[in-house]
């Protein structure tokens, strides 16, 4: 099937990266130039331009000094997959898969701190300082609820390069709802991929279209507009993949709104984004995650005691577990068994620890 | 030096891309996962995930359906590269090589339209449309003079792949200026490059950072505060390479201002942009363009005198050359022997071809 001139290039000692494009250039057997002189040509991902010798001759002395490099173009997390953006110093898009065993397990955030990125230049990353009295939270992309499953996954999620400038209380509350909800999908379907991001859109004002956004700090990280979460469920035992895509604006929102208010097609989504996602999927294999689901977010009264529950779980002292305990009347909930149990027993545990506190102060 | 074992991939058939992992693996001798699991490794620029098992499964399955794609990196023309931002419809950066035969030729732009680069998936492209009525001119970045040597470098150059919303003083003043200034330096150097694009960029206002701009027409084309050029000029008896690099508003910017008002350092502009320029230029080797050059664009009246050489260059009747050349004595302009010769002799083929005309008629 081979001749003898295919494989002499290598006998002869053609060594690393040169050897591809000599090895293809001879299995393909289309006139390709010497890639020796192009280096470059590693860069793009669409290779016609490797049949044309006059462009490639024009490139190759264009970028005599390397193409202007945004970085690189995928980043590999041991949980997550996400393309950064040097210019805003935050994420274009963060991908993740979930299923039921990594949403899970005893990895926590405890002793994570948000950090620069290290992968990151120096010149493009954020920094803890550029948020810090910004007015604006840290929002992960890749939830650090998603990284349970390992340590290593949670303190990566901590990287600056998963954070955008969110709302406070959209961070801590519709998103975080939201959020809960993918996790949630675990019980339902075998694996879901999800992939968020922040996005930045006009406002009509005075008959033009104007696009305002706040820059902060010294790195003047970008504070999105908006964030989007492209959502697609699926299991082997399911003829079509559920599919839901949202656009969430950056600022409170109440109980009193639904997912579906947000949803919007795939295609309206890429279009603003300058992003295609999915494109290997085939989008007639897919359904509408909201009708098939129902895109319910988890409602008031069970998020406010879900948040008191954990709450519960870090308290530090008795006081502190009292205090929260009260929280439960202030807002008229109806504790359940378990977290009746909960509070007796960590408040036993915190009576122990503060008992053998005295003593040794004694 | 290669064992017989490194051969046998190829002779017993493995095709394609595959391939090219496998030689690499073989010569590397290092160990990494099966290729043929990994088709988006050939997206990254970043290899050092393949050596990280672990990392490849989960990105093999946050990717399952491919990567979010924002289209190829490099876009390759007769007589530029570029990068493309489908979120803004503009380029990011446009980089050229001129030569004092490139800038030459009959090439000219007078059949040459405007229009939507064939290149650009039709979602993400700008439009005509999208421009006109909008007050924004359409600005190239590679310049139309710059693509004289070539009718296809010239057809080229007018894909709106290689626009953006420029102000049309600024457009047809200040930059052309700048544009010739870098044309004119390919006569005191043997080549130079030039990376143009555009920038948006925050200003103070209530104590915050705010980004504010305008996006045009039904594919919001987004119009940049500002623009840049990075000029690399260099000749082979030159021991050093002047680089001049310059933000500009895009806004009208009058004949008082000089070029060196809008300088800055590399490392500002790569700052802003989110780019790196020029990765592989030993930046220990280049000298300050405009204190070598001097950075001196054409003055006002030579600028006056050269536009008002084009058009009666190009006018197509007495009536309208008469009226041209009455914006000398309006601008109180002196014109010379040249620009007196060019007159006489437009005027006589002009009136041979009005009295054709009228035999004609007769």
Redesign the interface.
């Given at each position: 099937?081979?001749s003898k001139g295919?494989?002499t290039p290598?006998?002869t000692?053609v060594?690393?990266?040169a050897?591809?494009y000599t090895?293809?250039d001879k299995?393909?057997h289309k006139s390709r130039v010497d890639p020796e002189k192009f280096d470059?040509l590693?860069?793009?991902?669409?290779s016609s331009?490797l049949e044309?010798t006059?462009?490639?001759e024009?490139?190759r002395?264009?970028?005599?000094?390397?193409?202007?490099?945004?970085?690189?173009?995928?980043?590999?997390?041991?949980?997550?997959?996400l393309?950064y953006?040097?210019?805003?110093r935050t994420p274009?898009?963060v991908?993740?898969?979930l299923t039921k065993a990594n949403v899970e397990g005893p990895a926590n955030r405890k002793n994570v701190k948000f950090r620069p990125d290290p992968n990151v230049?120096v010149?493009?990353t954020a920094h803890n300082s550029d948020y810090l009295g910004s007015g604006w939270s840290r929002g992960h992309m890749s939830p650090a609820g998603d990284n349970k499953h390992s340590q290593e996954a949670m303190r990566e999620s901590f990287y600056l390069s998963n954070v955008v400038p969110q709302d406070l209380q959209n961070n801590g509350g519709f998103w975080n709802r939201l959020e809960m909800y993918c996790r949630d999908l675990t019980k339902t379907y075998q694996?879901i991929?999800i992939?968020s991001g922040p996005l930045i859109l006009?406002q009509e004002r005075n008959g033009?279209?104007?696009?305002?956004?706040?820059?902060?700090g010294k790195s003047?990280v970008?504070v999105p507009t908006h964030l989007f979460k492209v959502v697609?469920a699926e299991s082997d035992s399911m003829p079509t993949k559920p599919l839901g895509v949202f656009i969430v604006p950056n600022k409170p929102i109440g109980f009193e709104h639904s997912l579906t208010e947000f949803q919007v097609e795939l295609?309206e989504l890429?279009?603003?984004?300058?992003?295609?996602?999915?494109?290997?999927?085939d989008r007639k294999q897919v359904s509408d995650l909201c009708k098939v689901n129902g895109c319910k977010l988890m409602k008031k009264e069970k998020f406010q005691l879900y948040f008191i529950t954990r709450k519960i779980q870090s308290s530090r002292s008795i006081k502190h577990l009292d205090k929260v305990w009260g929280e439960l009347e202030e807002n008229k909930l109806q504790p359940d068994e378990y977290m009746v149990n909960l509070y007796n027993s960590k408040r036993e545990e915190l009576m122990n620890v503060e008992k053998d506190k005295s003593n040794v102060t004694k």
């Open positions: 099937m081979f295919f494989l290598f006998v000692g060594l690393g990266s050897a591809f090895v293809f299995i393909s470059f590693k860069v793009p991902e669409d331009v044309d006059k462009k490639l024009q490139a002395s264009i970028l005599k000094y390397g193409a202007p490099s945004q970085g690189p173009y995928l980043r590999f997390y041991e949980n997550h997959v393309a953006d040097q210019s805003k274009i898009w991908a993740e898969y230049t010149m493009y694996s991929i992939i006009p033009k279209q104007i696009v305002e956004y706040e820059v902060i003047q970008s697609l295609e890429e279009r603003v984004a300058g992003v295609t996602f999915l494109p290997k999927l």
